[in-house]
């Protein structure tokens, strides 16, 4: 198989696992973006991030969890795609090959105590990897960034990566 149909066969089943995750996720958002019209956008100030290896749906591919939880005391709401998305280690920025999964329907997910956001990242579960140690990117907000975060990686990964936008935690 040459390297084009390679890639385009990983594209394909790092979508379908975020596809998978992403439809369940909408499927349990009920009527939560009206009842949210209220609550101020979130910032970094007002998050706790994390990210942590998830289990994939489909076994062609790895999945991972970018956590957007409330601190103490906080509620507000966040959607959209993250930007600016880089990964790197001890020695600096790593080249790795990003994508974007199919646009799902726009969510603005309200993130408190018993709520958390979430944005799903697939790669492909086979091929070349590198091990970083942290990623950085850029929040969503509402006419401008609402901040910049830098967490801890979790694990090796194969590019491209392919990311969701923010939606429901579907734990």
Not at 22 to 47: F, H, I, K
Not at 49 to 69: M, Q, W
Not at 136 to 162: E, H, N
Request: overall charge neutral; hydrophobic content about 40%.
């Amino acid at each position: 198989m040459n390297v084009f149909r390679k890639t385009l066969t990983a594209a394909a089943l790092t979508s379908a696992a975020l596809l998978a995750v992403a439809g369940t996720s909408a499927a349990s958002a009920g009527n939560a973006q009206s009842a949210n019209s209220d609550v101020p956008w979130c910032t970094d100030a007002d998050l706790n991030v994390r990210a942590h290896d998830g289990h994939s749906p489909n076994s062609g591919s790895k999945l991972f969890i970018i956590e957007l939880a409330a601190k103490e005391g906080v509620s507000c709401k966040i959607g959209g795609p993250l930007s600016n998305v880089r990964f790197f280690d001890a020695k600096g920025e790593l080249d790795v090959a990003l994508t974007v999964g199919r646009k799902p329907e726009y969510v603005e997910v309200p993130v408190n105590s018993q709520h958390s956001a979430v944005v799903y990242a697939a790669t492909p579960s086979s091929g070349p990897s590198v091990t970083p140690t942290g990623i950085s990117f850029d929040l969503p907000g509402k006419g401008q960034l609402a901040g910049k975060v830098k967490i801890a990686w979790p694990s090796d990964l194969r590019g491209p990566v392919t990311f969701g936008h923010i939606s429901y935690w579907a734990s």
